[in-house]
């Protein structure tokens, strides 16, 4: 169960560089639109004095702003799907570890510091054991 739930995270962090990588590329097809625009001189369109594009490239850039709108909107989801994932893997593991009595953390580094403190103890003790073996042996 572990398994399948890590695969979906992973596809779920792999779509979401996927997108990320989409949404790079149409911001520099667009940037690249406008420097090209901008570096150019106007081509005669017939379009009104104010606009310099052929309908064409003015159809174009708004399907690139489209888009990046929609890749946005897209990677947004899968962070939230991803955050809402995690969150439930977590408290679905938490539920089941508990019910199947595995030690948490804490448990085990509380575990760990009584058997320091009793391995302290039982030092103590042999050394003072081998004390009073010694004055018996006198």
């Known amino acids: 169960m572990a398994d399948i739930l890590d695969k979906a995270i992973l596809i779920g962090m792999g ?3 996927k997108a990320r990588e989409m949404l790079d590329e149409l911001q520099r097809a667009g940037k690249q639109g406008t420097d090209e625009r901008s570096g150019g ?50 408290s679905s593991s938490g ?20 058997a320091r403190i009793a391995r302290e103890k039982v030092d103590k003790l042999e050394k003072r054991v081998e004390e009073l073996e010694a004055r018996l042996a006198k």
Request: net charge negative; charged share 35%.
């Open 41 to 90: 001189k106007p081509e005669a369109t017939g379009a009104p004095s104010g606009e310099s594009l052929p309908p064409r490239q003015a159809v174009e850039n708004k399907l690139v702003e489209d888009g990046v709108v929609a890749l946005k909107e897209f990677l947004a989801f899968v962070k939230a799907g991803k955050e809402k994932l995690e969150k439930e893997v977590s």
């Open 95 to 114: 539920k089941v570890f508990e019910k199947l009595n595995v030690a948490s953390q804490d448990d085990i580094d509380i575990v760990k510091e009584m």
């Open 15 to 17: 779509l979401e560089k």
